[in-house]
């Protein structure tokens, strides 16, 4: 007994934007699903094309909203609401389920060809040979977006360019909410916490290093000298911090020379570890950083991120029973 | 200087290579490009650097001439799984981020 065929079309509704939306800001993360199974867009007949893709209403509806005017049939793979890429990754979107789902909908009771087209960054989780042996489909990679399946569907032939993954200006600005919903539990604490310690102007220092990391870095990356997603947030959260060093010598005009020196230098301790610690972090949303690396970087850079923020945050305490 | 992914877990044996081409297809980084030598085509790595290790070449070679110790490179489940003990989490336990 094979699951029912849906219908869907290539129109994005209001509703689905709104979903994307709230998607985006990370409410009810886990929520964005359709149900797994096989789907018509438009009129598809026995010859029509199958794409592959994740039950995450931003994947299916990406996949979807490209496909405007092709009929074809839509092949939903349970990914829990996971995206291509990352359910590849983790083998949710795989082999196992694939051959499985297709086994489900009857798909070789639907269609006459034997041939899926599943998006190139589902390659982690789908060895291609295993899916021909276990289930006779051959498994085609489209290209990496969506938005190239109408020119790929031409000549199914993707080229270098449409092979190649991006992380755009556009790509990483979407970014910045979930981002900023992740850091807000932190910024808030830390706000909080050295408002307490060192007032206003601290609160101010720290939430600036803070957002610095969180909204500036993925839209300056690229343009951030070295490779290291760590020095990158190192030099970006030196210029934040320099400002904050500067203002201590007209703040404190009446201080001796020393402590207003050291006053500064312990701001250009404590805040550039807090924005390249953001950085560090933001290495899981990249498209490009390997867990060799990430890992190299780890041990580079934390233990100096530790050292210079515990450093300053001392220097700073001592120089308030100095002053 | 300041670049720590110049090293990574990519090998290639091009003696067990057929020439299909399916690593070149599969990789979102351009890493393997196909050649000619003598009579046959193999793949050669052309940008080893690269590399971001998502295992998708390894998964996809029929005659296992690719290793890679595939994984996310993702700083906050790294840091996470040191601290409490526990296995590296992907996208989608947590509050991984990545879309």
């Known amino acids: 007994m094979s699951t029912p065929i849906r219908s869907t079309s290539s129109r994005i509704a209001p509703a689905d934007r709104w979903d994307h939306f709230l998607a985006r800001w990370a409410v009810n993360r886990m929520g964005h ?46 990914t829990h609401g996971i995206n291509v890429w990352c359910a590849a990754g983790k083998g949710t979107f795989g082999t196992d389920e694939l051959v499985q789902r297709i086994a489900a909908t009857g798909l070789t009771e639907v269609v006459r060809h034997r041939t899926l087209i599943v998006p190139q960054l589902g390659a982690p989780g789908v060895a291609a040979h295993e899916v021909k042996r276990r289930s006779g489909f051959k498994v085609e990679y489209g290209p990496v977006r969506a938005t190239d399946l109408p020119e790929y569907l031409k000549s199914r032939h993707a080229t270098p360019e449409m092979r190649r993954v991006r992380f755009t200006l556009a790509d990483r600005v979407t970014l910045i909410p979930v981002e900023l919903v992740g850091a807000l539990l932190p910024l808030l604490i830390a706000l909080v916490v050295s408002c307490l310690l060192g007032g206003l102007m601290s609160a101010l220092a720290v939430g600036a290093a803070l957002l610095a990391g969180v909204v500036l870095f993925p839209i300056l990356l690229p343009w951030l000298p070295t490779a290291d997603l760590s020095m990158k947030g190192f030099i970006l959260g030196g210029l934040v911090a320099l400002p904050f060093s500067l203002a201590v010598f007209w703040r404190h005009g009446d201080w001796a020379s020393w ?55 001392v220097l700073q305490i001592a120089l308030r029973f100095l002053s | 200087m300041f670049n720590h992914y110049q090293v990574n877990t990519l090998r290639f044996d091009a003696e067990k290579c057929n020439g299909c081409g399916m690593c070149a297809t599969v990789c979102p980084h351009a890493v393997f490009a196909m050649n000619h030598r003598r009579a046959q085509t193999v793949s050669t790595v052309v940008r080893p650097t690269a590399c971001m290790e998502c295992g998708a070449c390894q998964v996809n070679c029929p005659t296992d001439a690719i290793a890679v110790e595939s994984g996310v490179g993702c700083a906050a489940a790294m840091i996470r799984a040191a601290l409490t003990g526990q296995k590296e989490a992907t996208c989608g336990e947590t509050q991984c981020d990545g879309g």
């Open chain 1, 259 to 313: 402590l207003q020196v050291a006053s500064a230098l312990a701001w250009l301790l404590i805040l550039p570890p807090i924005t390249a610690f953001l950085t560090l972090n933001f290495t899981g949303s990249t498209t490009f950083t390997s867990r060799t690396g990430v890992r190299r970087e780890i041990y580079a850079y934390v233990p100096v991120m530790a050292w210079l923020f515990g450093g300053g945050v």
């Open chain 1, 33 to 78: 699903r359709v149900e797994p199974g096989l789907y018509a867009l438009g009129s598809p007949t026995p010859d029509a094309p199958v794409f592959v893709t994740a039950n995450y209403t931003l994947s299916f509806d990406t996949l979807r909203g490209a496909l405007a005017g092709v009929d074809g049939y839509i092949l939903a793979l349970d």
